[in-house]
């Protein structure tokens, strides 16, 4: 598909993730301040239970009776989370949120068991369904969550005095600004829930407000920081649902944890003092040395226990490398290897082809006829039954090379990498010199 058809189908989406990130920020901070991290799925799960309830009592999630019912557990969600500032001290505040995610879990679950195709439902909850947004949605969107956040701003220091204050009550007061924080909180998770799903609406929540508190604790830098970062998380991880035909939220939520893994190393290597930079350098190539050596330990010890069995670690490098195992094989057996596995290639190759038309009619809406799903689906049986003998003859040449591999070069491999993990675990850390001695 060309790069502009590509970009047009996944502009609503990209465009909805960055509101979600922009809004979902705004609670992040006070989420961050108050310590009650999982809020967000505690209030997720009750609101997904109203949209449970709408969809087993027969409507659909979007209609005014399904908002209705969203709209009010997610007033109820916010009710529950208010009272946790009446809660004695004893509690903690996460106790009685994770209580509370339990409680409304189990319930979605038995009203799930009475409702049918059920089971998919729970999986479009988790998983949400982001990339079915359309620009028509846009509009709305932006005017609801502007509305939300107008009121935030409006009473951002009431707020923000009753989220720093912890759970120090000032009586009903803090407890009327908390539910107020909450219900708008609410209505945010009920509308992205449905969208975005129960596990991408926590990463929009917690991670661009993370990563905007490890670079500036000034507010509008914090929330800039954060907000470009999900921005890009949100970038990478729908041109790899796409590219790789991943569901669309499982994928933006492994690309906003890589993007954090990422911040945390930029500050931890570039913005510290160059003294504290460097030993922290040192300590990374250190663990990233250990654990090189250990997974080549362990790929070594797969290969001399078990040959014929997947060598993942060993296909990668092959990969990386431009090599196979045909390097262990005979010129013969390297020729019969290599037709074999061009042939199947090329089998598998038509048959993507054919899935790809599929796929892209399916994204741009339109669907295929009924006679041209049977047909494909036979030729793309044919093609892999004919690409099954060439796979045969590729598998076994590729165990005979794996028993010579295993022979010859496995044993002294294994002994190097644990003598090279024994040296990198052994050398000490250097200790730091006292200020008097310098």
């Given at each position: ?89 004893d509690i903690h505040p996460e106790a009685y949120i994770g209580i509370v995610y339990v409680v409304s879990t189990a319930a979605t679950m038995v009203v799930v068991d009475r409702a049918p195709q059920g089971v998919e439902h729970v999986k479009e909850l988790f998983i949400g369904g982001l990339l079915g947004m359309r620009l028509d949605d846009l509009p709305r969107l932006g005017l609801a969550y502007g509305a939300i956040g107008a009121v935030l701003w409006a009473a951002r220091k009431p707020i923000g005095r009753a989220s720093a204050g912890g ?272």
């Amino acid at each position: 598909m060309p790069v502009p058809e590509v970009l047009g189908l996944l502009a609503p989406s990209f465009i909805g993730c960055a509101l979600f990130v922009a809004i979902h920020q705004c609670f992040g901070v006070h989420v961050l301040r108050r310590g009650v991290i999982f809020v967000d799925l505690a209030l997720a799960q009750v609101s997904a239970l109203g949209v449970t309830l709408a969809f087993a009592a027969g409507h659909d999630p979007g209609s005014a009776a399904g908002i209705a019912y969203t709209l009010f557990f997610a007033a109820a969600g916010a009710a529950l989370l208010t009272f946790a500032r009446a809660l004695p001290k004893d509690i903690h505040p996460e106790a009685y949120i994770g209580i509370v995610y339990v409680v409304s879990t189990a319930a979605t679950m038995v009203v799930v068991d009475r409702a049918p195709q059920g089971v998919e439902h729970v999986k479009e909850l988790f998983i949400g369904g982001l990339l079915g947004m359309r620009l028509d949605d846009l509009p709305r969107l932006g005017l609801a969550y502007g509305a939300i956040g107008a009121v935030l701003w409006a009473a951002r220091k009431p707020i923000g005095r009753a989220s720093a204050g912890g759970r120090r009550s000032d009586g009903m007061r803090d407890m009327g600004w908390d539910f107020l924080f909450y219900l708008l909180f609410g209505l945010v998770v009920a509308s992205s829930v449905t969208i975005a799903g129960v596990l991408l609406v926590f990463c929009f929540l917690i991670i661009p407000s993370i990563i905007g508190a490890l670079f500036s604790a000034k507010p509008a830098v914090s929330f800039l920081a954060g907000w470009i970062a999900g921005v890009a998380a949100s970038a990478a991880g729908l041109a790899a649902s796409f590219a790789w035909d991943l569901p669309a939220g499982a994928a933006l939520v492994i690309s906003f944890a890589s993007v954090l893994m990422a911040a945390c190393a930029l500050r931890s290597l570039v913005l510290l003092a160059p003294a504290q930079g460097a030993r922290h350098l040192r300590r990374l190539l250190r663990a990233a040395c250990a654990g090189g050596f250990a997974v080549a330990i362990a790929a070594s010890a797969w290969l001399v226990a078990a040959p014929h069995a997947e060598q993942p670690v060993i296909e990668l490098l092959e990969r990386l490398a431009g090599t196979g195992p045909e390097r262990f094989l005979s010129a013969d057996e390297r020729r019969a290897y290599r037709q074999a596995a061009a042939s199947a290639r090329e089998k598998h190759t038509q048959a993507e082809r054919m899935v790809w038309q599929e796929r892209q009619a399916r994204w741009q809406g339109e669907g295929l006829s009924d006679e041209a799903v049977v047909g494909l689906g036979t030729f793309q049986q044919a093609f892999n039954e004919m690409a099954r003998g060439e796979d045969f003859v590729v598998r076994e040449l590729t165990n005979r090379a794996r028993e010579r591999e295993r022979e010859r070069e496995a044993p002294l491999v294994l002994a190097a990498c644990v003598l090279g993990l024994w040296l990198v675990l052994s050398r000490r850390a250097p200790m730091p010199t006292p200020a008097g001695q310098r």
